[in-house]
C-alpha cells in the first residue's frame, strides 16, 4: 500500500516533469510565463489561444480599460488589487495545481476581442471553466461578474472564483507588509506623544475647560438628532431640485431627508436652544432692567418665531400634522 | 382673606406636609395620565410573549424554564385553571421553528413573562382572581406610570428645583417616543424594560452621590432584573462604566465611586449571568468588557489612592503611576490578544451595526433588514419628542452649570443615545427618558426664574457700577470652571411684562405638547399593526380587517397540525391568532432557517417544491398590498429575503438577478425572468388580472401595470385570499397521484395536449395521392 503510493508519486512527479520540459500545452507554456509575471498580459491572440475549446485548465480574464482617456476609475482603482491577487495565485500555486490562468486584457491590446464580445463597460471578470479533463463543463460558457457593487477587494475575487472553480488549492491573498505605512504610523504616533508631553501645560486649561466640552457635548446632541447619521448611512444628496429650475430644501415624505435640510433643522433647534438657555441664565443675572426687559422681548420673541417655523416645516414632512402657531 | 387661610398650609413644617401631599398627588394623577393615554385601542401583541406567560402560570416557573416549545403551545383558553397541571400526552409535535423546535427557557429574556406570572400569583392571593390575559393587556400602562414615577427619582437627584421632577415625570408619562412602545396590549420586553432602565440609572446615581453598598446592591439587583426582561441592558453594562470611567479621568475618583461600581460590578455580573440565555456573555463577550476593564482600573485607581496616603514621596507616586499605565496597556493588549485568538466572543452584529454603520448592509442583512434598525430621520425625532428635541440641548447645558458627579450622567447618556438612536430607530426608546429629564431641567429652570412674584430691586447702577462690576469680577474669579453665561450673581426678573410673556409662552408650548402627544397617539400609535384604518372619501373611517380574517380563516379550515410557511414577520401573529405551527417568527435566530424560507420565496417553482415537501409546509401565506396600496407587503420585502438567502446560497440566489438591466426593481412587463419566475411574485399576483379587465392589472403599490399574462401556478393552489387581498393563503399540493410532475399536471387539467407529441407531429403536409 506504502509503496504503491510512494511509487504513483514519484510516477505522477515524473510525469509533471516530463510535462514541464515537453512544455507542449498551452496551459503549461502560460503558468510558466505566469511565474514570471502575474496576472498575464494579454493580447487578442494569445486570449483567443487561452480561451479555445477545448482546454483542460479554467481561465479568469480582467476585461478592463486603463488608459487615461476612457476614464474608467474603477478600473484603474481595481488594479492595485487584481496585481496582488495575481501575484499571490502565482506564488501560491507554483505548480500550476490549481489549473487556472488568471490574465488581463487591456482594451488597448485587445479591441478586436471587446468587439466580439460587444462589451460596453469594463472592467469585467470572465472565468472561463474548463471543457475537457476531469472537472469539465459541457458548455464551456465563461461566467460574467459585474462590478455592480463598486470596487472590490482581492478577496472579495477569489471568494467569488473559489465558488465556481473546481476542487483544488486556492491560494489566499497575502498582502505584503505595508513598511511605508508603519513607519508613518509610527512617526506620527512619536510625534504626537512628544508634542502632547511638551504641550501639556498649556493643553490641559484648554481640555478643563467647561465652556469647550459643554460646546461639543450640544453639536454632538444637535447633530444627531437632526438626523446627520441617517444621512450618513443612506447616502442622501444635499439638495436637489424641484422640477421647476429652483431648489427644493425640504424633501417631500416623512422618513426622507436632504442633507441641507438636516442643518436648516439643527439650526434651528440650536437658536431654540440658545434662546431658552438665555432666558433660563443670561437674562435673570442682567443688572440693567431696560435692557433686560429688551432681552426677555428678543429672546422670547425669537423662540416664538422659531418654534412656529418649525412647526411649519414640520407639516411640510407630514401632511397631516393640524397644529401651528401663529406667523407661520 | 384666602391668603391668610392658606398661610399656615405653606410654611414650616405643615408647609412642607402640604407640599408633599400636593407632589404625591401630582404624580398619581401623572400616573394615571400616563395609563389612561395609553388605552385608546387594545390588541395583543407579540401572541408569543403571552402565549409564553399562559404556559408559565399553567404550568410553573421550573417547567417554564425547561419549556421546549415543540407540543401543543398551551391547553385552550377556556381551561385556564389555577392548578399548576403536568403537561398532558400529547403528540409531540413542533410549533415553532418547525422541523427545529425552540427550547423556549433558554432563547428568551423571561423578565416579562415572570413579571406577569408573579403579579397574577399576588392578586390571586389577595382573592382577586383576574385573567392572566388582562394582566397581559395592561402591564405596559402599569409600568408606564412607575416609568413615570422612576424619572421623577431620578430627575430630583440632579437638582434642588422640585418641579422639575415632576415635569420629567409628565413628560415620560405622555411622550409620545415611549407611548409608541407601551400601548395597551403591546406586550413586549419594552413594556417594562424602560422602567427597569430609568430606575437601574436613579439607583446608580443615588449610589454614587452617597457611596453606600445598600444602593449599589439594589442597582446591582435591578441590573439583573433588567437583564432577565430585555436585550438592550447592554446600553446600562456599557453606560454605568463609561460614566466611572469619565469620572476617574476627571480627577474624580473617590472612595464612593469604588463602593457603588465594585458592589454593581461584582453583584450585577451574577446576577445577569442567572438568565440562561444571557449565560456566560458577561465573561466571554466584548459587549460587557468594557465594564471588566473599568473594574480592574478601579482596583488600580484605587490601590494608588491607598499608596498615596501612606507614602508622601513625590517619586515614588510618580513610579506607582507609571506602574499602573503598564498594567492597563498589558491587560489592553491581552484583551486584545483574547478577542483575536477567539477566547472571547467578537462584538455580536447588532453592536458592530451601531458602530461601523455600513457593517450590517454587507455582512448581515438579517439585521439590516429589520424596519427598527434603520436610521432615524430627523422628522421621526421631532414626532416623537416635539419641542422636547430642542429643550434637551438646553436642559444638558444647564447640567454644565454644577457639573457634579450626576450631571456628567446625564451628559454622557445625552450624547451616547442620541448617536443611538440616529443610527436606529427602535433606539429612540433609549434616548427618551434623558430628552425627558433635559427637558425638564430646562423648562423648570425657566419657570423658577419667571414664576417668582417679588421683583428685585434695582440698583443704583450710577452710583455703585464700578462696585457691582468688581464684585462680579471677584466672583468670576471665585468660581473659575464655571460656565459663561452663568459667571455673574442671579438677580432676577425685574418687570412683571416680562415675566407674563415668557410664562405665556411656556405654557402655550407645553399645551402644544400634550395636543401633540394625544394626536400622536390616537393617530399614529393606536393602530395595531393587525388592523388596518383607513379613511373613505366621505371621511368616515374604514377598518381593515384582513389580518384576522385570513388567521380566522386557517384556525377553522386548516388541519390542526398544518405547518404555515410565510416571511418572518408574521409568524408570531401566526402561531397566536391562527395556531398553527410555522417554520420561522420573530425570534428566530437560526439564520439558515431563515434563509431557507427567503430561498423557497425567491426560487423557481422546481426549486421551491423540494424545500417545501422537506420541510413539511402545507400553506404558504403571503401578505400583498397591490390591490389596496398598502406598501408593507412581501414585495416590498422581497429583496431582503433575496439577500438573506443569497448570504447562504451565493450561487443559486443572486440579488442582480431581480432587477432590470437599468438596475430597477420592477414587478409589470420589464420585470426579470428570475423575478417572474420566483414563487414570491407568483403568489402574490397569482390570478391578480381577473378582477380588472383584460390588460388593465395594475398593482397600486409600486403604481405600474401589470403584464396582460398573470403568472401560472403549478405546485400550489390558491387556498384563500382575504377580503382585500391583503393576505393570500396558498395549499401546497401534494404528490401527484400517477407521478407526473406538477408542471405537465397542470397543462393537462388545462386540456393543453402534451408538447412532446406537438413536437413530433411537425407540419402538417397536405396529403396527395
Not at chain 2, 384666602?2 to 401631599?21: H, I, M, Q, S, Y
Not at chain 2, 413579571?115 to 400569583?121: D, R, V, W
Not at chain 2, 410664562?503 to 399593526?529: E, M, Q
Amino acid at each position: 500500500m506504502k509503496l504503491s503510493g510512494v511509487l504513483s508519486l514519484t510516477l505522477l512527479s515524473s510525469l509533471c516533469l516530463g510535462a514541464k520540459r515537453s512544455s507542449g500545452g498551452t496551459f503549461e507554456n502560460y503558468h510558466a510565463k505566469s511565474q514570471s509575471y502575474a496576472p498575464l498580459r494579454l493580447d487578442d491572440a494569445s486570449y483567443d489561444e487561452l480561451t479555445a475549446t477545448p482546454r483542460n485548465h479554467s481561465v479568469l480574464v480582467l476585461l478592463t480599460a486603463l488608459e487615461a482617456r476612457f476614464g474608467c476609475q474603477l478600473c484603474r482603482d481595481f488594479q492595485p488589487e487584481w496585481d496582488l491577487l495575481g501575484r499571490s495565485w502565482a506564488k501560491g500555486d507554483r505548480h500550476g495545481d490549481s489549473r487556472v490562468l488568471l490574465g488581463t486584457l487591456d482594451f488597448a491590446d485587445g479591441k478586436g476581442t471587446f468587439q466580439k464580445l460587444m462589451l460596453q463597460t469594463a472592467p469585467i471578470f470572465l472565468l472561463f471553466p474548463p471543457t475537457s479533463g476531469r472537472n469539465a463543463k459541457p458548455d464551456g460558457q465563461p461566467i460574467r461578474y459585474d462590478f455592480t457593487a463598486g470596487p472590490q477587494s482581492a478577496e472579495q475575487v477569489v471568494g467569488w472564483m473559489s465558488r465556481y472553480l473546481p476542487d483544488g488549492p486556492k491560494p489566499a491573498v497575502q498582502r505584503p507588509l505595508n513598511y511605508v505605512r508603519i513607519i508613518t504610523v509610527t512617526t506620527t504616533l512619536l510625534g504626537v506623544l512628544s508634542f502632547l508631553s511638551v504641550a501639556y501645560p498649556y493643553i490641559l486649561p484648554v481640555i478643563q475647560n467647561r465652556n469647550l466640552w459643554a460646546g461639543i457635548s450640544l453639536i454632538t446632541i444637535l447633530l444627531f438628532t437632526s438626523g446627520h447619521m441617517f444621512n450618513h448611512i443612506r447616502k442622501v444628496p444635499y439638495v436637489a431640485g424641484n422640477g421647476q429650475g429652483g431648489i427644493s430644501y425640504f424633501a417631500g415624505g416623512f422618513s426622507n431627508q436632504f442633507g441641507m435640510e438636516t442643518q436648516i433643522v439643527a439650526a434651528m433647534y440650536g437658536t431654540l436652544s440658545f434662546a431658552t438657555i438665555a432666558l433660563a441664565l443670561r437674562v435673570p443675572r442682567m443688572s440693567d432692567p431696560k435692557r433686560q426687559q429688551l432681552a426677555v422681548f428678543i429672546w422670547g420673541g425669537v423662540m416664538f418665531g422659531m418654534y412656529s417655523f418649525l412647526l411649519s416645516v414640520f407639516r411640510i414632512k407630514n401632511g397631516g400634522y393640524p397644529f401651528h402657531l401663529p406667523p407661520f | 382673606m384666602a391668603v391668610e387661610v392658606l398661610e399656615p398650609f405653606l410654611k414650616g413644617d405643615t408647609g412642607r406636609n402640604t407640599r408633599g401631599l400636593l407632589r404625591l398627588i401630582i404624580l398619581c394623577t401623572i400616573a394615571a395620565a400616563a395609563v389612561a393615554s395609553r388605552l385608546f385601542s387594545v390588541i395583543l401583541d407579540p401572541w408569543f410573549n403571552f402565549r409564553a406567560t399562559k404556559y408559565l402560570v399553567q404550568n410553573g416557573f421550573y417547567s417554564f424554564w425547561d419549556w421546549f416549545d415543540d407540543r401543543e403551545a398551551s391547553h385552550p383558553v377556556a381551561q385556564l385553571v389555577y392548578e399548576p397541571r403536568k403537561p398532558a400526552e400529547e403528540p409531540k409535535r413542533t410549533r415553532t421553528w418547525h422541523p427545529l423546535g425552540r427550547v423556549t427557557g433558554g432563547t428568551l429574556y423571561p423578565g416579562l413573562m415572570v413579571t406577569s406570572g408573579i403579579i397574577y400569583h399576588v392578586l390571586r392571593f389577595l382573592s382577586m382572581p383576574v385573567d392572566i390575559r388582562n394582566i397581559c393587556v395592561l402591564l405596559a400602562p402599569g409600568f408606564s406610570g412607575l416609568t413615570a414615577f422612576a424619572s421623577y427619582l431620578i430627575t430630583s437627584e440632579m437638582t434642588t428645583s422640585p418641579s422639575a421632577g415632576l415635569l420629567a415625570a409628565i413628560f415620560m408619562g405622555i411622550t409620545p417616543g415611549y407611548i409608541s412602545r407601551s400601548v395597551a396590549g403591546s406586550y413586549d420586553n419594552e413594556a417594562i424594560a424602560i422602567f427597569l432602565l430609568v430606575f437601574t440609572f436613579f439607583l446608580w446615581i443615588k449610589s454614587v452621590k452617597n457611596g453606600s453598598a445598600m444602593w449599589g446592591a439594589l442597582t446591582a439587583l435591578f441590573y439583573g432584573y433588567m437583564v432577565s426582561a430585555w436585550g438592550g441592558y447592554v446600553f446600562i453594562t456599557n453606560l454605568l462604566p463609561l460614566h466611572t470611567f469619565v469620572l476617574i479621568c476627571m480627577g474624580r475618583y473617590s472612595p464612593r465611586l469604588y463602593v457603588s461600581y465594585s458592589t454593581w460590578f461584582a453583584l450585577g455580573t451574577l446576577a445577569s449571568m442567572q438568565v440562561p440565555f444571557v449565560g456566560f456573555l458577561p465573561i466571554r463577550s466584548s459587549d460587557h468588557m468594557s465594564a471588566l476593564g473599568v473594574f480592574g482600573l478601579l482596583q488600580l485607581v484605587a490601590f494608588v489612592e491607598f499608596i498615596r496616603q501612606q507614602v508622601p514621596n513625590k517619586q515614588f507616586q510618580t513610579l506607582l503611576r507609571g506602574l499602573i499605565f503598564v498594567v492597563f496597556v498589558v491587560s489592553m493588549g491581552v484583551l486584545v490578544l483574547l478577542t483575536v485568538s477567539g477566547v472571547i466572543a467578537p462584538w455580536s452584529g447588532r453592536f458592530y451595526s451601531l458602530w461601523d454603520t455600513g457593517y450590517a448592509k454587507i455582512h448581515i442583512p438579517i439585521i439590516a433588514s429589520v424596519s427598527e434598525h434603520q436610521p432615524t430621520a430627523w422628522p421621526a425625532f421631532f414626532f416623537d419628542l416635539n419641542l422636547m428635541i430642542w429643550l434637551f440641548p438646553a436642559g444638558v447645558y444647564m447640567c454644565f452649570q454644577q457639573l457634579k458627579d450626576e450631571h456628567v450622567f446625564v451628559v454622557i447618556y445625552a450624547v451616547l443615545a442620541s448617536y443611538f438612536a440616529g443610527v436606529m430607530v427602535r433606539l429612540m426608546l433609549t434616548l427618551t427618558p434623558v430628552v425627558c429629564i433635559a427637558a425638564a431641567l430646562a423648562i423648570s429652570s425657566i419657570l423658577d426664574t419667571y414664576l417668582v412674584a417679588e421683583n428685585p430691586i434695582p440698583k443704583e447702577t450710577q452710583a455703585n457700577g464700578q462696585a457691582t462690576s468688581d464684585s462680579i469680577k471677584s466672583a468670576a474669579d471665585v468660581i473659575k470652571d464655571s460656565l459663561r453665561s452663568t459667571r455673574n450673581p442671579v438677580l432676577g426678573i425685574y418687570s412683571y411684562v416680562s415675566k407674563a410673556s415668557v410664562v405665556g409662552a411656556v405654557t402655550t408650548y407645553l399645551l402644544l405638547f400634550v395636543l401633540h402627544c394625544t394626536w400622536v397617539t390616537s393617530n399614529a400609535y393606536s393602530s395595531p399593526s393587525v388592523v388596518l384604518a383607513s379613511k373613505l372619501p366621505d371621511g368616515s373611517q374604514h377598518i381593515i380587517d384582513d389580518y384576522r380574517e385570513a388567521y380566522y380563516w386557517l384556525r377553522q379550515n386548516t388541519p390542526d397540525k398544518a405547518k404555515i410557511m410565510s416571511w418572518w414577520d408574521y409568524g408570531y401573529q401566526i402561531g397566536g391568532m391562527a395556531d398553527r405551527p410555522t417554520l420561522v417568527d420573530n425570534n428566530t435566530w437560526n439564520n439558515t432557517h431563515i434563509a431557507t424560507v427567503g430561498k423557497a420565496m425567491s426560487s423557481r417553482e422546481e426549486v421551491s417544491y423540494p424545500i417545501l415537501r422537506q420541510h413539511d409546509v402545507d400553506y404558504v401565506l403571503v401578505v400583498f398590498g397591490g390591490l389596496l396600496g398598502y406598501s408593507g407587503d412581501d414585495i416590498n420585502k422581497f429583496l431582503w429575503m433575496v439577500r438573506i438567502s443569497e448570504g447562504i446560497w451565493p450561487d443559486e440566489i443572486n440579488e442582480r438577478n431581480y432587477f432590470t438591466a437599468r438596475g430597477e426593481y420592477r414587478v409589470d412587463d420589464e420585470a426579470t425572468p428570475t423575478m417572474r419566475n420566483s414563487l414570491m411574485y407568483k403568489m402574490s399576483y397569482y390570478n391578480y388580472n381577473a378582477l380588472f379587465p383584460a390588460g388593465q392589472a395594475q398593482d397600486r403599490v409600486r403604481g405600474s401595470k401589470l403584464p396582460a399574462e398573470g403568472p401560472q401556478l403549478s405546485t400550489l393552489e390558491e387556498a384563500f385570499t382575504s377580503e382585500n387581498w391583503i393576505i393570500r393563503i396558498y395549499k401546497v399540493k401534494d404528490l401527484d397521484n400517477v407521478g407526473r410532475d406538477h408542471g405537465s399536471a397542470v397543462a393537462f387539467d388545462k386540456g393543453n395536449k402534451k408538447k412532446k407529441t406537438a413536437k413530433r407531429r411537425g407540419a402538417r403536409v397536405l396529403r396527395v395521392e
